[in-house]
């Protein structure tokens, strides 16, 4: 039974330039976000409702019980998935977050549920254009819903379009909670063709992705998200 008065995010999404990856890209890709939507749950315990559902070959959906953390877990995927790129492909997801209440849940096929917060990130994500983040509430229509959608969410999106790889990868270690040492030891691709980068670099990385305002900005909305439940 759905209680008709909790509030739920949707995350919709789907691959960018996804014409343009073989096969096996997309693959990967996908793969990489059903890894990223779990290491998020284990980051934030009872976070997701059922699995991340993916479908075709280049969409996703995902439904979390915690509207406040829409927007993290947003940047966590595009961090963590961007993180995969290398100098010949770039790996990238449009995401729209939709929140709202949930008429029913089907934990086997998330696709297959529905309710308001799922109409509004299909809509969204449908009426994207060039950006490849943006959010809509269901729940709010003030100044403070359209402060996020119209204000907060698009920068955020330039600020995380225009991440490096290396950039991403050190994001992606914050995110995670680990210390720039640790972030280090830890980097996609070391031990391969790519070396380890010093926790100076990394700091390096983390300063010019603006991490120290992403992390405030994403602190806020939650405080506030959490405060209009």
């Known amino acids: ?38 290491e998020f749950n284990d980051l934030f315990p009872d ?3 059922g699995q991340v559902d993916t479908f075709r070959h280049d969409s996703w959906q995902w439904l979390l019980a915690d509207p406040s ?40 096929r998330i696709s297959d549920s529905r309710g308001l917060a799922f109409t509004f990130s299909g809509k969204t994500l449908d009426a994207m254009k060039d950006m490849r983040l943006a959010y809509a509430d269901g729940e709010r229509a003030d100044a403070e819903k359209n402060s996020l959608s119209a204000g907060v969410v698009p920068l955020l999106d330039c600020i995380v379009t225009s991440w490096t790889v290396t950039e991403s990868r050190a994001v992606y ?11 280090a030891e830890n980097w996609p691709g070391a031990g391969n063709s790519e070396k380890r980068p010093t926790r100076q670099a990394v700091q390096k990385a983390l300063q010019r992705a603006h991490w120290q305002v992403v992390e405030v900005v994403l602190e806020w909305v939650e405080n506030r998200k959490k405060s209009n439940l």
Request: hydrophobic letters at 40%.
């Open 69 to 108: 953390l829409g927007l993290r877990a947003a940047l966590f995927i595009r961090a963590g998935l961007r993180s995969l790129s290398d100098n010949k492909t770039m790996f990238d997801t449009r995401i729209a977050i939709g929140t709202g209440p949930i008429e029913t849940i089907s934990k086997q």
């Open 47 to 49: 976070a997701s409702v």
């Open 1 to 38: 039974m759905v209680d008709a008065d909790k509030v739920y995010a949707v995350l919709t999404g789907d691959l960018v330039k996804s014409s343009r990856l073989t096969a096996e890209q997309s693959r990967k890709a996908m793969d990489r976000i059903r890894q990223l939507a779990q």
């Open 173 to 183: 270690g914050a995110l995670k909670g680990l210390t720039q040492e640790q972030t």
